[in-house]
Each structure stands twice: as C-alpha cells, then as structure tokens.
C-alpha cells in the first residue's frame, strides 16, 4: 500500500474560519511533509516532520500551524488565511529524510473568500 | 517529440510515438533526481528515480537519462498514450540541502489521438 490519503478534498473557508487538513498513510513512514501548490507551478515546501517533531518550517505565516498527533497523521490547522492562501495542499510521506521518494497525497483544494 | 522543460514546457505528441522530456538541473552536488507525474486535479505520482552513481534507469514503458557534466536529466516515455498526458517535474535532491527537494518547472505534456 503506497496510498497517502488526505481529506478534504475541497474546502471553501471565510478568512475568519479555522479549519484543519488532516492526512494519513499507512506504510510505516516517519517522514511527512506539507506543500503548497499554486496552479502551473511546482509544490513548495512548508513543513516537514520527522518521527512525530517538526524538521523543517519554511518561514511559513504563523496561521498555517501543523500538528503531527502520531506517526502515521499529520494535520495542518488553518486561521485567518488570505485569498492569496488559495491553493492546493499536498501532503506527502517518505520512509525518513534519507530515504528520499516522497510519496503524495491527492490534495486539498483550499478556497479562502 | 522532445521538450526542453525550461524552454519549452508544453510538449504535444502524436498517440504511439516516443516523448522524451527534459530537465537542466541546477546543483552539482545534487545526487537523486526523481521523476513525478501530476494529472489535473491530482497530487504528484512517483514515476522513477536515478541516482547519481547511474547514467540509466529504466522502468516499465519509461527511461530516464542521467548526464552529470551537463547537469541534465530526462524522462523518455515509449509508445506515448493519452493517459501519460499530465504535467511532468523533475526534482532533485542532495544532502547538504537537508534532503529538500528542488524542483524543476514542469512540463506539460499532451498525447493527441
């Protein structure tokens, strides 16, 4: 099973709302990882967590804040986002940092009006 | 039909013919290069990888090129069908980037019937 799953899949959000992604895998990785992705562009990083501690923040605003309740989910809990926000989300796992095939979900599609 | 990513990222070819898409990476010390395959709507797929101790890989149906002294990668798809249409990244990878992936722009490649 290399399936990295994620939900929502779509979210529409006011820039007042607090909402949370959430993504799970089942194949025993310790490495996980939050992108964005704007349309026609590649994916850029915004965290990584390596079993279970945050890695990596990419200078990230303070109202995107991940949260890692164990090894195999990795939520991202949102807050007075900005339109510019919209994207979609990816999470993705690999088997650690050195081990380097991430393997990604199929996204959040993230709407902020 | 052949693409150069930075120069040229659409690539259209004819359904049954070979594709071959490439990447110019940036970073010498870079020493694993993947390959992933994004379809609309969808998270990134892994579809190959390379390390630098090879010149060559190949999978089913796909080839990837490793040419280290002119830091260029490729992805070559035989007998192309329309489900390989999809926006095509390259990425690299080294150690003393904390494992980051980099990514290249993309190419978006379209399979005409």
């Known amino acids: 099973d290399t399936e990295v799953t994620q939900t929502p899949k779509h979210l529409v959000m006011g820039m007042t709302n607090k909402k949370s992604l959430k993504c799970e895998q089942h194949m025993g990785h310790r490495a996980m990882y939050w992108y964005k992705q704007k349309a026609k562009k590649p994916p850029e990083l915004m965290f990584v967590?390596?079993?279970?501690?945050?890695?990596i923040n990419e200078s990230v605003p303070s109202r995107f804040s991940p949260e890692c309740p164990n090894s195999s989910l990795l939520n991202l809990h949102l807050h007075a986002l900005q339109p510019e926000d919209s994207a979609l989300y990816l999470c993705?796992?690999?088997?650690?940092?050195?081990?380097?095939?991430?393997?990604f979900g199929p996204g959040t599609r993230l709407l902020v009006l | 039909g052949e693409s150069v990513g930075l120069h040229l990222p659409t690539l259209s070819v004819q359904e049954g013919d070979n594709s071959i898409i490439n990447c110019a990476y940036s970073?010498?010390?870079?020493?694993?290069f993947i390959w992933y395959k994004q379809e609309s709507g969808k998270g990134p797929q892994f579809i190959i990888d390379i390390r630098s101790n090879m010149d060559k890989r190949q999978g089913q149906r796909v080839t990837v090129l490793l040419n280290k002294t002119v830091k260029h990668l490729s992805l070559q798809i035989a007998a192309t069908q329309p489900g390989d249409s999809a926006v095509y990244f390259c990425a690299e990878n080294n150690a003393g980037n904390n494992r980051k992936l980099i990514w290249g722009l993309g190419t978006s490649l379209a399979v005409n019937p």
């Open positions: 967590y390596s079993y279970e501690k945050l890695s």
């Open positions: 993705a796992s690999s088997q650690g940092l050195a081990q380097e095939t991430q393997y």
């Open positions: 970073n010498s010390a870079s020493d694993y």
